[in-house]
């Protein structure tokens, strides 16, 4: 028995192989095409030339159910297994109570691939105690309880793997290592930065309540250098979260197969990419840049360079915390709860302002660009200006250590009120009920409300901003949420003074 990851999901394959006497012949069925033509050819060589022999009779393998999509050579070992089984070369016996999972090179070395903690998280929902991977994967499908992992680096071991015998462990960090990790704060440092209070503590904001941020300015005034510290400032992955990001990272092969992703993951994707590359797509959906970022950070540098595609594809991502792709009969979600955050300049000639010397049209293709479904979808909108050149002398506003700290002591706040571990952040409480789960003073509330019946927010801009004063007032150590935090929160909303400065 096998699994094939099915988008992120990983679903039971049962291989079986018939010997019959007649020509020699190996045929595969329920594999696509291409796939198969391949695993035969690894799955014969690794078999003679790890010291066992190829049936030479009839064989035929099958992969059921044949309806399930079975991408990936990851079925190469469960194949091998069953002609040697078949062939009476590995006890069916001991088989049966395993799943093996893992591909073979020519030579009959099992190669690590993708997806084993997905694989794992499969066994044990199927019951299976027994997990067979490729040796390099062996930590990570571990981080599974309930199923005991046995690594193999060729198939020569098989043998004695399915008998108990210990087999030699890859090498490996250590757990010193994976303590350090967790204690260090990752990427450049916020103590780089000269100047920009402002931008620094909505930075501080967004990363304390998981709020969109737009940073808007010239060219050269540090708005990359800001985002990419936001990283730096994060609380860690909780751990069921961090099993839900290593899982996703796995399937996608940008995990080397260590033990857990501590770090929130942050993805930084070019403007030319294509809307499927954003939010993920192709004839077996992969994720993309949103689920890639899920949990943690999706920057979109030089926002208005972007697609008007690709920005479109990011509408649902946004409200739903997901993203669902239709192929034919089917339906693959790929989960994306991300803060986005993103940097522009103020228009095409990057001057803004007084300054500004754009031509109207190109103004106007600028403003299309930024409107519409991801700026009503921003939270945090902050004007970036040059830094004085008493900002260049004086000491940083901040170091990155400092900033986390006040962003763990607000997260522990709305973990706290979830009556969680590792609650959700503020920026995804939902709609209903907000109100009071902010726990909103009643002047508080009266002054929202004036601001809206003013027409200054729309029903969804109001929800936001009282998410964000909810931050604020958790960064403040404050219960409830109180006037001057809603006055903070409004301030950020673009509808409000930082983005009419500079459109
Ligand atoms: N406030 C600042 N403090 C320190 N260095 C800065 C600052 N602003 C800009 N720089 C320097 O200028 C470079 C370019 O900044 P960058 O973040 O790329 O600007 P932008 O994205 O706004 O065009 C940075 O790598 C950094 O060396
Ligand atoms: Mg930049
Ligand atoms: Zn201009």
């Known amino acids: 028995m096998t699994f094939a990851i099915d988008g992120l999901e990983p679903r039971p394959v049962v291989v079986e192989a018939d010997l019959r006497s007649g020509l020699p012949a190996f045929t595969v069925v329920g594999l696509a095409d291409r796939a198969v033509s391949e695993a035969r050819e690894r799955v014969r060589a690794a078999i003679l030339n790890s010291g066992f022999e190829f049936p030479l009779r009839r064989l035929t393998v099958n992969l059921a159910p044949a309806h399930l999509r079975k991408a990936g050579p990851g079925f190469d070992l469960a194949i091998a297994c069953a002609i040697l089984a078949a062939s009476g070369q590995l006890s069916a016996e001991a088989l049966v109570r395993v799943a093996v999972f893992g591909e073979l090179s020519l030579s009959g070395t099992v190669r690590p691939c993708r997806g084993a903690l997905a694989v794992a998280e499969g066994a044990r929902r199927a019951s299976i105690t027994g997990l067979i991977v490729p040796r390099e994967r062996a930590r990570e499908a571990r981080l599974v309880d309930g199923v005991e992992v046995l690594g193999v680096g060729c198939l020569a071991e098989l043998p004695a793997a399915l008998r108990g015998e210990t087999l030699p462990e890859a090498d490996e960090a250590g757990e010193d290592d994976d303590a350090q990790r967790e204690g260090a704060v990752p990427g450049p440092d916020l103590a780089d930065v000269r100047g920009h209070a402002g931008a620094i503590a909505a930075l501080t904001v967004a990363a304390a309540g998981g709020h969109n941020l737009l940073l808007t300015g010239p060219p050269g005034t540090g708005k990359t250098m800001l985002a990419r510290r936001l990283p730096s400032i994060l609380p860690p992955l909780g751990r069921a979260e961090a099993l839900e990001v290593t899982r ?196 508080a509330s009266r002054s929202l409300s004036r601001t809206y019946d003013r027409g200054g927010l729309s029903a969804r801009g109001r929800d936001r901003a009282l998410r964000v004063a909810r931050t604020i007032a958790d960064l403040d150590g404050s219960g409830e949420v109180q006037e001057r935090h809603v006055a903070e929160a409004l301030g950020y909303r673009h509808d409000g003074e930082a983005v009419a400065r500079t459109r």
């Not at 197969?257 to 030319?272: D, E, I, K, Y």
């Not at 900002?391 to 901040?398: C, E, H, K, Q, R």
């Not at 995804?428 to 009920?433: A, F, I, K």
């Open 248 to 443: 996703i990272h796995s399937v996608a092969g940008l995990h080397d197969g260590s033990g857990l992703v501590r770090a929130r993951p942050f993805r930084a994707p070019h403007h030319t990419i294509s809307p499927s590359g954003l939010v993920g797509g192709g004839t077996v959906p992969t994720p993309g840049e949103a689920t890639l970022a899920h949990r943690g950070v999706l920057f979109l540098d030089e926002l208005s360079e972007f697609g008007r595609g690709s920005l479109e594809a990011l509408r649902q991502p946004l409200e739903d915390g997901h993203v669902a792709i239709v192929r034919g009969q089917r339906i693959d979600r790929f989960p994306t709860r991300f803060a986005l955050v993103a940097a522009t300049n103020p228009c095409p000639c990057g001057r803004g302002g007084q300054a500004c010397r754009c031509a109207e049209p190109d103004l106007a293709r600028h403003r299309r660009r930024l409107s519409g479904p991801l700026l009503d979808r921003i939270d945090l909108a902050v004007p970036v200006e040059r830094p004085t050149g008493e900002d260049l002398l004086a000491p940083p506003v901040a170091s990155s250590a400092q900033v986390r700290e006040r962003v763990i002591g607000a997260r522990e706040l709305q973990a706290e009120r979830a009556g969680r571990a590792c609650g959700p952040a503020n920026a995804e409480l939902p709609s209903r009920d907000l109100q009071r789960a902010v726990a909103i003073t009643a002047a």
